[in-house]
């Protein structure tokens, strides 16, 4: 008899965002993001951090700039934009799986690269202009979106 605690298919995908969002080297925040085709096959992962070439020591993580430093917005590629650019095979009509919601930059990328669904499990910055505009987007680029709410809270990786 097949065992009967297996995760779901999205809450695969969305592990495996999760578990890519820890490579990122932000102290802050870390996002990852799993893009899956209609075959539930993966075709893109990705997670934020800095540019190819640039150096993590050489780029601020701040959040708030200072008389010397800017912070890391204008430097750092999301992790659904790397997703979009690590992938090699058209994105038409497949799902995003990134833990927090896009925001106005990713969802045009998102939109552009042909993506139908995005799957999401935080959404704290909802009030925002940002993610207004990327729910604005989407509604009319037909881009559905849902947040995941997972049964299993919790999925132990142990390497043995």
Known sequence: ???KDYITWDEYFMGIALLSSK???????????C???????????GYNGFP????????????????TNLTK??????????AILNSTKDLHGSRIYVDLFPCNECAKLIIQSGIAEV????????????????????????????QLIVKNKKVILEYD
Request: with cysteine; glycine share 6%.
């Open 1 to 3: 008899m097949k065992r």
């Open 23 to 33: 490579r990122s080297k932000d102290p802050n925040t870390q996002v990852g993001a």
């Open 35 to 45: 893009i899956v085709n209609a075959s539930n096959k993966i075709v893109g992962i």
């Open 52 to 67: 190819i070439g640039c150096s993590d020591e050489d780029l601020p993580w701040e959040r708030t700039a200072d008389e």
């Open 73 to 82: 917005y204008p430097y750092v590629v999301h992790a659904e934009a790397n």
């Open 119 to 146: 799957v999401y499990l935080s959404d704290k910055y909802k009030d925002t202009d940002s993610v207004k505009a990327s729910r604005k987007m989407f509604r009319l680029a037909g881009v559905k979106e849902r």
